[in-house]
């Protein structure tokens, strides 16, 4: 293992060292990496290489093969569930298909973490505490709904409500818009930079979206193979010189995969013929 390159308190979030491996496959390698409070750091990469896995990781939902995990200067990777039980109050955590309870109403679903961990709540309390989060996304007045009922972008928008119930530090999105239309998936980034604006919020997005990740990133880093090959802001990332990140970023094929999928290959017979059809 490395040397660290960051602290402890270099950053709210700092990974120090984190490799993943399941079985002989390594998801992350050796990262070491510090996000700064406040600010809006997008993960970006292909499929398979290792962005979920790392999210999971800041909330100790996995669990580092070597290398730590702080909060706020705290070692956190080592933890026991009671223990996390505590700091993970911090988090709001947007999972990518919204994963409400489909049995609770909108109101049910933000009024859960709520009741899970502040027991001394009382209901016209809550009632404004929901009323509220909802207010912030748009949603004030869908509360006797049930999930089933609203369109993707407003289970979206219900699901950011839920995440800031309990005014968390820290939100940690998986794919915001996915499954999303464009005219909805930039209402998401919107309602994201303004939870980032008006709360001061801390936030770290998995994404495909590049043009989600140029909206709402103050810095964006590109994982590949389990490794970080590039960080910066926008403009960096746009103009990087390296012909993975171009690739990605523009959505082409490479020439090793075109050169494959262009290959000539013996075309089998018909099992059957257009009389078949007659």
């Not at 070597?66 to 039980?85: C, M, N, P, S, T």
């Not at 993707?152 to 794919?175: F, T």
């Amino acid at each position: 293992m490395s040397r660290p390159t960051v602290q402890p308190d270099d950053g709210i979030l700092v990974v120090q060292n984190l490799t993943k491996r399941f079985g002989r496959a390594v998801v992350l390698e050796d990262i070491s990496l510090a996000i700064e409070e406040s600010k809006t750091t997008v993960v970006i990469g292909p499929s398979g290489c290792g962005k979920t896995v790392f999210l999971k990781h800041l909330i100790v939902l996995e669990r580092p093969s070597e290398g730590k995990v702080f909060f706020r200067g705290q070692r956190i990777d080592h933890l026991d569930e009671k223990e996390l039980a505590e700091i993970r109050t911090k988090f709001g955590f947007c999972f990518q298909m919204g994963a409400l309870f489909d049995s609770l109403t909108v109101y049910e679903n933000i009024a859960f973490p709520v009741r899970q961990h502040v027991k001394s709540m009382d209901e016209k309390t809550l009632d404004g505490l929901v009323k509220q989060k909802l207010a912030l996304v748009g949603m004030d007045g869908y509360q006797q709904h049930y999930p089933a009922e609203l369109s993707g972008g407003q289970r979206k928008r219900v699901a950011l409500a839920r995440a800031i119930a309990l005014n968390p530090e820290v939100i940690l999105y998986d794919e915001p818009t996915t499954g999303l239309d464009p005219i909805t998936s930039d209402i998401i980034n919107e309602l994201i930079l303004k939870l980032q604006k008006e709360l001061k919020i801390t936030s770290v997005a998995v994404t495909h979206d590049m043009k989600s990740a140029y909206k709402i990133a103050d810095r964006i880093i590109m994982l590949y193979k389990g490794k970080i090959i590039a960080d910066g802001d926008a403009d960096y990332i746009r103009n990087h010189p390296s012909d993975l990140v171009q690739q990605f970023i523009q959505g082409k094929v490479g020439p090793a995969e075109l050169a494959a999928l262009r290959l000539g290959g013996t075309q089998a017979e018909s099992q059957f013929s257009p009389d078949d059809f007659r």
